[in-house]
T-cell receptor
Framework: AQSVTQLDSQVPVFEEAPVELRCNYSSSVSVYLFWYVQYPNQGLQLLLKYLSGSTLVKGINGFEAEFNKSQTSFHLRKPSVHISDTAEYFCAVSGYNFNKFYFGSGTKLNVKP | ETGVTQTPRHLVMGMTNKKSLKCEQHLGHNAMYWYKQSAKKPLELMFVYNFKEQTENNSVPSRFSPECPNSSHLFLHLHTLQPEDSALYLC???????????FGPGTRLTVL
């Protein structure tokens, strides 16, 4: 079975500092990878996705993620965070071979002034 | 974002009530999903519909009954719920079941 691991349940960071949210997945076949963001009392919004091609993917709000096949990782980064980035971030994996979405348990990013 | 809408946004119900949650997608997608999001728990996939056919039921109690009359609409009928069913219920849709999912804003359900 496929799985997605987000090791950090909470990440506190000061405003304008860089941040990395970690995501690892388990799959021996080709995958599609996604990051979603959820602001309080809202649904999930797609930040970025990797389907194929360049391993560095740029998304909305200045976020980017890098697909590393050898380490089965898809970490999310932002060089300088804002207070408005405070939210919960979910990593997800799917693929044409397994026809289903698997979500990680989420990482709460708390940006402090 | 109005691609996927959910009504109502908030619902409070007693354990003996019957209510329904509605989801509508305007994206021309073929797959629709119900998720349950409880505090301090991972996102739980409940049901998947692909071309109006239910393709997944993740051991959901029978007090939750989904209905998908067409590719654009998805309902979740609720009856005799328990307080532990209080959660945010999210609907999503995608072109097919491995494609990017687009989420609605959710219905915050409270069972008294």
């Amino acid at each position: 079975a496929q799985s997605v691991t987000q090791l950090d349940s909470q990440v506190p960071v000061f405003e304008e500092a860089p941040v990395e949210l970690r995501c690892n997945y388990s799959s021996s076949v080709s995958v599609y990878l996604f990051w979603y963001v959820q602001y309080p009392n809202q649904g999930l919004q797609l930040l970025l996705k990797y389907l194929s091609g360049s391993t560095l993917v740029k998304g909305i709000n200045g976020f980017e993620a890098e697909f590393n096949k050898s380490q089965t990782s898809f970490h999310l980064r932002k060089p300088s965070v804002h207070i408005s980035d405070t939210a919960e971030y979910f990593c997800a994996v799917s693929g044409y071979n397994f026809n289903k979405f698997y979500f990680g348990s989420g990482t709460k990013l708390n940006v402090k002034p | 974002e109005t691609g996927v809408t959910q009504t109502p946004r908030h619902l409070v119900m007693g354990m003996t009530n019957k209510k329904s949650l509605k989801c509508e997608q305007h994206l021309g997608h073929n797959a629709m999903y119900w998720y349950k999001q409880s505090a301090k728990k991972p996102l739980e996939l409940m049901f998947v519909y692909n071309f109006k056919e239910q393709t997944e039921n993740n051991s959901v109690p029978s007090r939750f009954s989904p209905e998908c009359p067409n590719s654009s609409h998805l309902f979740l009928h609720l009856h005799t719920l328990q307080p532990e069913d209080s959660a945010l219920y999210l609907c999503a849709s995608s072109q097919d079941s491995a494609d990017t999912q687009y989420f609605g804003p959710g219905t915050r359900l409270t069972v008294l």
